[in-house]
Every structure is written in C-alpha cells, then in structure tokens.
C-alpha cells in the first residue's frame, strides 16, 4: 500500500486524488515523464517508500514551458480580479487541507509534524496575500525633473517564470514564487 495514498483516502475531500496526482501536470493534463522513469519517495524515518513520481526530463520542462507560453497571453488578460479570486481559492483549499498536506511534507521530508503544520499556515498566506495584491498592480504618473514632460509607467506581465525552490520548505518556497507570479499576469 502507498503511504500517500492511505493518507488521501482518510480525508472526504480528497478521496480519489490519487488517482491522477502522481505525475507532471503540464499543458493541462497529468502525464508521466518523457522517458517513464520514476523517483521513489522515502520516508526517511522508516526508509519505506511512500509513493513515486516522474522524474522529469529536460523534454518535459521544455514541454511545460511551451505550455506556459500557449497560455501565456489568456492568463495575462484575465482580469485581475478573477486572478484574485482563483489566487484566494488556493489559500482556503490549502487551509481547509492543511493537516493533510502536512502529513503528506512531514512523511516525505522528514520534518516535524508541528512545523510541517506552519509551514502549510505560512505558504498558504502567500496566496492569500497576493490575492489581495493582484487588483493592486497600478502604474504610477507623474512629471519629469525637468518639469516638461509627464512620465508614465505601466507595469505589465513578463512573460512565463521558471521557479526553481529548494528541498527543506516545500509548500512555502513554491507559494512564495507562484502566487505573485500568477498575481502579476504571469505564467
């Protein structure tokens, strides 16, 4: 039996996630990895494995950044409210299966279960603070130090991000990167 997937099945909410969570997500759809290979994931307490997952080759981050840029300029245009409201979604999903997914960080990386907790807290917060932040991204007005000209600056999506997080805090250093990525208009 999957560890992990023991520990979906005890939660309602998740029930049948892991039917489809063990693979890349990329262009919308769950595939596993170009060449099939995969990476077992152990429990470092008990050296058991708990689940597998693609490991990815350099064709599959080729493919999701190809990904990305098909969905690049539908993302930048969504109004930055919806982009709120989805980026507010993520933090109350992420609240509501806290226990969860700390279980899930503590069996796979080792660490506490009472920091794997604040670190779900804490990287949740990243959504909901970009989800504030994302119908604040203004431009600014104003006149030059000559006086003679006006200046005005228009802050604009750049484009697709490429983030790249460490191994010790999971959640937190991914939400830290994506949410104002996608706040921003970005992919």
Known sequence: MNISHQVLEDEEDTAGFH?????????GQWRQSTDGREIQIVDPS????????????????AAAVEAAARAADGWRTTAPRKRSEILR???ELMTKRSET??????????????????????AAEFFRWNAEEAVRITGEFGMAPSGTNRIV???EPIGICVLVTP???PAAMA???IAPALAAGCT
């Open 19 to 27: 039917r489809f969570s063990h693979g890349l997500y990329i262009g």
């Open 46 to 61: 008990t050296e058991a494995v708990i689940a597998a997952v693609p490991d990815a080759t350099i064709e599959d981050a």
């Open 89 to 91: 979604n993520c933090f």
């Open 101 to 122: 997914l700390a279980t899930l960080i503590s069996l796979e990386n080792g660490k506490a279960l009472r920091d794997a907790r604040g670190e779900i807290a804490y």
């Open 153 to 155: 600056v228009d802050y």
């Open 167 to 169: 191994w010790n805090f």
């Open 175 to 177: 939400t830290r990167k």
